[in-house]
């Protein structure tokens, strides 16, 4: 099976690159869409496009399988967790077996000490911020944008492995930096795989039969 993992979409933030998204998901060619959380910007209170809606519309139309896994910027989708809605599975971590391999699949927030700390207060900060930016046309949340990034790349990949010793592949999203590596855990190989974002990139992951290859289209 050939699956499509794809993340940090961020689908109304004005930051969001929904003309590529749409693109990718109409063109590439796969058999399972996996979106791996924050698929819309919640937090920010989304400004939705003509654009977000073709994507929308695209996704009610789609005639594979979808596994939604719910981000931080999902909130909306939390009580939905564990349910299936019509086609689309809704879940925390998405976890099977790919000619032999184990895989899971996860947003990553999890992972994230930042958010687990301050997850509230980082919240209204950027509600307070995007208020501003509708109102006064000041770019504020662009620099916030910046600083989380900086956050995110303090998450450490060998941990996050040792957590996950019992699979082969482990892809999550959420620090927004595409890739792959490979490690030892334990005298095992695991691969990391991060599928990136589309706000400061254009990138996603395909899982093709056990085997990984993530497409950054900068």
């Known amino acids: 099976m050939r699956r499509l993992i794809i993340s940090d979409l961020h689908i109304g933030s004005m930051f969001s690159k929904e003309n590529d998204i749409l693109n990718v998901l109409k063109n590439e060619t796969y058999d399972e869409l996996i979106l791996a959380g924050d698929i819309i910007d919640f937090i920010r209170i989304p400004k939705f496009t003509k654009k977000s809606l073709d994507i929308f519309s695209f996704l009610l139309n789609l005639k594979v399988p979808i596994v939604y896994i719910v981000g931080n910027h999902d909130i909306a989708f939390n009580e939905f967790i564990n349910c299936d809605c019509n086609k689309v599975q809704f879940l925390k971590n998405y976890e099977f077996e790919d000619n032999n391999k184990k895989i899971r699949i996860t947003h990553g ?110």
């Open 109 to 218: 927030d999890d992972y994230d000490n930042f958010i687990i700390k301050w997850e509230y207060i980082m919240n209204i900060i950027c509600f307070i911020f995007n208020l501003i930016e509708r109102f006064f046309h000041l770019d504020v949340c662009n620099y916030y944008e910046k600083y989380r990034s900086n956050q995110r790349n303090k998450i450490n990949i060998k941990n996050i492995l040792k957590k996950n010793s019992d699979v082969d592949i482990f892809i999550m999203g959420h620090t927004h930096k595409p890739e792959i590596i490979e490690n030892k855990i334990n005298n095992k190989k695991l691969i990391y795989g991060n599928t990136g974002d589309w706000i400061q990139h254009k990138s996603y992951i395909i899982l093709d039969n056990g085997s990984i290859k993530l497409t950054n289209l900068e």
